[in-house]
């Protein structure tokens, strides 16, 4: 009998272990000042694992050069693994995040400065969200129709969102994230933030990001 209660209890705590690890990988990485130092290639291909499936998305540093640097680092340091798409407009935007909020704050208190709208928010360019002036650098959208309203928009006293990039394959993969909630989930991001699971449950349907990473060789 004595055994068996231990043995229980030794079952029981390497599902307790794999539980955290598991909470801890979905969570990403510690922050480390020193990632903001990395520089982009010049050019640089991510693949985004959704539960849609996968696209691809090539990014010029010519177009936007500290927010690729910063694309670039979320996505080396694992930023996005589980980021949701928690604002999909038909015919306007796909937009995602982490949902980490210690995380987020940390990297933000690192923020991409404001730069010049070099190229079109043309259909399947992707682009940084922001909530003010040299605010940057977390949150992104895809156009999901040439939205060039956006080149030229003035929004807390800045001027127009410059793209980054563009997606290179599954576009078709983009199309068909989950769009029911539209804009609604905008007010709802600090739920999001606080409790992952229940907003997730609250909002069923929502798509995700599985894994994002760096395509080596391209």
């Known amino acids: 009998m004595h055994f068996r209660i231990n043995a229980q209890h030794l079952i029981t705590g390497c599902i307790t272990l794999v539980t955290a690890m598991m909470l801890l990988a979905c969570q990403g990485n510690t922050f480390n000042p020193k990632w903001i130092e990395d520089k982009a290639p010049e050019e640089y291909s991510i693949r985004f694992e959704t539960t849609k499936g ?3 998305v090539r990014v010029y540093r010519a177009w936007s050069p500290q927010a690729a640097d910063r694309l ?9 693994d589980y980021a949701i798409f928690y604002r999909v407009t038909e015919d306007f935007v796909a937009q995602f995040g982490s949902s980490n909020r210690m ?9 991409v400065l404001d730069e010049p709208v070099l190229h079109s928010n043309k259909r399947g360019t992707i682009t940084f969200a922001r909530a003010g002036k040299d605010n940057r650098g977390s949150d992104l959208f895809i156009n999901l129709s040439d939205n060039t309203k956006l080149d030229t928009m003035e929004q807390l006293g800045v001027l127009g969102y410059p793209p980054i990039g563009e997606v290179i394959h599954g576009m078709d993969v983009v199309d068909k994230l989950y769009d029911v909630y539209g ?10 933030y606080s409790d992952r699971n229940g907003f997730m449950q609250a909002y069923p349907g929502l798509d995700y990001i599985k894994e994002a990473y760096l395509v080596k060789g391209e």
Do not use: A, C, G
């Not at 670039?72 to 996005?80: E, G, I, P, S, T």
């Not at 995380?103 to 923020?111: D, E, K, R």
């Not at 804009?183 to 999001?192: F, H, I, P, S, V």
């Open 183 to 192: 804009d609604d989930l905008m007010q709802e991001t600090d739920r999001m």
């Open 54 to 56: 996968p696209f691809d």
């Open 72 to 80: 670039y680092q979320l996505v080396k340091h694992k930023y996005f």
């Open 103 to 111: 995380l987020t704050s940390q990297w933000m208190s690192y923020p």
